[in-house]
């Protein structure tokens, strides 16, 4: 995650965390899996990475999977969502790390699973190239690396019925895409990660696409609707402030709202999750 403060400065408070753990544990529900299922968790002292590691849940799950001779170490760019070490695992360790920045001599080479979750929104100009390469250096010959994204890209106002209207939705969407191109921050990278991953020499192992459920419609467009306020608030009212043609801070404060009135009425904000497994050659 790059240390530019000039966009993405996300909210640090709990209602972020709270979000990243009703994430992580709808993922879960949605993939059916921690971790992809062919890649190998029964051998002792594996050594695994967790990328945008957040408030660490991913590894407090793995850890119950993995032999207790395993280490466990969660990077990110901040360290505001981390637990206290006292309540993790003794086999955990988080630390801050940028990664799109050189690595540490000692990281390379080091890891057996590197796994990364959700940095759509961190990656600049359609390229992941950048992030892409540390990644495979962290991993040891014939070592895995799991990518979990999400396709922002794919996000629309879904209503339950044709008699819901979403002109706010609808607006929303307009507006946030413009936003995100403007920014370099479009996503439609991410359904072509296997590719990427292949001409980066990797293996690739599996790549899906999921479309969130409709069990699953309710709480996923709440969390949705937090980060989109948080986005909102945090980086994008503050770019554009006092430039013509852009809508002021209230402006977007109130489309927010009764988008959220709308989503209540029974709109989701529908999303494909993305994965892929590679493997470096051994």
């Given at each position: 995650?790059?240390?530019?403060?000039?966009?993405?400065?996300?909210?640090?408070?709990?209602?972020?965390?709270?979000?990243?753990?009703?994430?992580?544990?709808?993922?879960?529900?949605?993939?059916?899996?921690?971790?992809?299922?062919?890649?190998p968790?029964?051998?002792?002292?594996?050594?695994?990475?967790?990328?945008a590691?957040?408030?660490?849940?991913?590894?407090v799950?793995?850890?119950?999977?993995v032999?207790?001779?395993?280490?466990?170490?969660?990077?990110?760019?901040?360290?505001?969502?981390?637990?206290?070490?006292?309540?993790?695992?003794?086999?955990?360790?988080?630390?801050?790390l940028?990664?799109?920045?050189?690595?540490?001599?000692?990281?390379?080479?080091?890891?057996?699973?590197?796994?990364?979750?959700?940095?759509?929104?961190?990656?600049?100009?359609?390229d992941?190239?950048?992030?892409?390469?540390?990644?495979?250096?962290?991993?040891?010959?014939?070592?895995?690396?799991?990518?979990?994204?999400?396709?922002?890209?794919?996000?629309?106002?879904?209503?339950?019925?044709?008699?819901?209207?979403?002109?706010?939705?609808?607006?929303?969407?307009?507006?946030?895409?413009?936003?995100?191109?403007?920014h370099?921050?479009?996503?439609?990278?991410?359904?072509?990660?296997?590719?990427t991953?292949?001409?980066?020499?990797?293996?690739?192992?599996?790549?899906?696409?999921?479309?969130?459920?409709?069990?699953?419609?309710?709480?996923?467009?709440?969390?949705?609707?937090?980060?989109?306020?948080?986005?909102?608030?945090?980086?994008?009212?503050?770019?554009?402030?006092?430039?013509?043609?852009?809508?002021?801070?209230?402006?977007?404060?109130?489309?927010?709202?009764?988008?959220?009135?709308?989503?209540?009425?029974?709109?989701?904000?529908?999303?494909?999750?993305?994965?892929?497994?590679?493997?470096?050659?051994?």
């Open positions: 995650m790059s240390t530019n403060k000039e966009i993405l400065a996300f909210n640090e408070d709990i209602g972020s965390a709270a979000r990243f753990y009703m994430q992580h544990w709808m993922w879960v529900s949605e993939t059916g899996f921690l971790i992809h299922p062919h890649v968790l029964n051998r002792e002292n594996l050594k695994i990475a967790d990328i590691c957040g408030t660490g849940i991913w590894l799950d793995l850890a119950k999977k032999p207790e001779t395993s280490q466990l170490d969660g990077f990110d760019i901040s360290s505001a969502h981390f637990p206290p070490r006292e309540w993790l695992p003794q086999n955990i360790n988080l630390s801050i940028d990664a799109s920045a050189p690595l540490l001599d000692q990281l390379v080479g080091k890891y057996d699973i590197v796994h990364i979750g959700r940095i759509v929104f961190f990656i600049r100009n359609e992941p190239s950048i992030f892409l390469k540390n990644f495979i250096k962290l991993l040891k010959p014939g070592g895995y690396l799991c990518w979990d994204e999400l396709d922002a890209g794919a996000m629309r106002p879904v209503p339950v019925s044709s008699s819901v209207q979403h002109p706010f939705c609808d607006k929303m969407d307009r507006f946030g895409r413009a936003w995100f191109t403007a370099g921050l479009s996503s439609n990278w991410v359904g072509t990660l296997d590719k991953l292949q001409d980066f020499g990797l293996e690739v192992i599996d790549f899906k696409r999921i479309p969130i459920s409709n069990a699953m419609a309710k709480p996923w467009t709440i969390t949705q609707l937090m980060a989109t306020q948080d986005f909102i608030e945090n980086d994008i009212i503050p770019s554009c402030e006092g430039k013509e043609g852009r809508p002021s801070a209230e402006e977007w404060r109130e489309m927010v709202r009764n988008v959220i009135a709308e989503c209540q009425k029974g709109v989701k904000l529908a999303m494909d999750i993305v994965y892929v497994v590679g493997k470096t050659h051994a």
